[in-house]
């Protein structure tokens, strides 16, 4: 039966389903995605392109030496060229395959390109969105109301959330295990902050591989206890 978009973004947002996230970004198209970005006012956020097409560029040492030097302009172009070729050719995303090739990518490398290619963006920004969010104030009604129903899935997933919440929005996300973000927007019913909007927005790179996992855990274990 046919995905609805309203189920894609529910998939994004609540687990980071990186294919729901690809279908999305290509309905919308590069010039959509980075005039809402503007208007969003994600000033120091990079051009976003697909997922499926970052991952293909790390494939082999030749793309990987390539990607590490090309502007945020030409990282976007090509994910979006190597995004159409993942959806012409099945055998680009076999799940077997596709770990394979990540496995085989040695560790400073992958470093390099978490640091270079996934598009940049700014905890500022994103604590700026999130509060917007939260309060409602400088966005579109029919917006506000599509981006608090997606951010809202904790309040979903533990209706108990009801009885120390006003409001709670979360999103967080991970990058082949260098990589960590976590942004919070709620209004707490009871406590010393009661009543008071409050916003967090966590990014981490450069997690040691040692490190990630324990992290990782930590902002998951922080993200249940709130859901």
Known sequence: SPVTLHTLASLMISISDNAATDLILSRLGPQAIRQTATRLHLTGQDDIGPVAGMFSTWDTPRDQTALLTM???????LYWQRAEQV?????????????????AVEPATANALQNRSAPAGTTRDYAALMARVLTGAGLPDTELQIMRRHLGWPMRVN????????????????????VLTSNLAFTPKVGPAAGRPLVVSVFLRNVPAGQYRALQDS??????MIA
């Not at 209706?159 to 006003?166: A, I, K, L, R």
């Open 159 to 178: 209706p108990g959330n009801d009885e120390v919440f006003t409001r709670l929005y979360a999103k967080g996300g991970s990058l082949s295990g260098g």
């Open 71 to 77: 502007t945020a302009a030409q990282r976007t172009a």
């Open 219 to 224: 902002l998951d274990e922080a993200l249940l």
């Open 87 to 103: 959806r012409q050719d099945p055998s680009l995303r076999d799940p077997a395959a596709v770990q394979r090739r990540a496995r």
